[in-house]
């Protein structure tokens, strides 16, 4: 086994998190471009702002606003260190390989 396995599992399990953050906000971004176009940016926060308030009671659709721009900010952030994460951890293993020399061809 190669000591560079558990190297390679965390990178697979990093890759597939941040495709699914990744499609979660390629579909968020989606959802919001009839906005955009519409009312521009102004038109955006408008929806958010729609989206975050439905079937919320009245009295608490501040917070819920609010709380719909942390989840979005934290989802953002959230897939940039991920994205990050699986570029060092992508080069780390690169280097390891040219190091140890070129891994030898399975024969099928």
Same mark, same amino acid.
């Given at each position: @086994?190669?000591?560079?396995?558990?190297?390679? !599992?965390?990178?697979?399990?990093?890759?597939?998190?941040?495709?699914? =953050?990744? *499609?979660?906000?390629?579909?968020?971004? *989606?959802? *919001?471009?009839?906005?955009? =176009?519409?009312?521009?940016?102004?038109?955006?926060?408008?929806?958010?702002?729609? =989206?975050?308030?439905?079937?919320?009671?009245?009295?608490?659709?501040?917070?819920?606003?609010?709380?719909?721009?942390?989840?979005?900010? @934290?989802?953002?952030?959230?897939?940039?260190?991920?994205?990050?994460? !699986? #570029?060092?951890?992508?080069?780390?293993?690169?280097? !390891?390989?040219?190091? !140890?020399?070129?891994?030898?061809?399975? #024969?099928?």
């Amino acid at each position: @086994m190669k000591p560079s396995w558990t190297l390679r !599992q965390l990178l697979a399990i990093l890759r597939g998190v941040a495709l699914m =953050v990744a *499609l979660f906000w390629a579909l968020i971004l *989606l959802q *919001l471009v009839p906005s955009l =176009v519409r009312g521009g940016l102004a038109g955006v926060r408008e929806h958010i702002a729609r =989206v975050a308030v439905a079937g919320v009671p009245q009295e608490h659709w501040d917070i819920a606003i609010a709380r719909m721009y942390l989840a979005l900010g @934290m989802t953002l952030s959230v897939g940039i260190v991920l994205f990050l994460a !699986q #570029r060092y951890l992508g080069r780390k293993l690169a280097s !390891q390989g040219r190091t !140890q020399g070129a891994p030898e061809k399975r #024969r099928s």
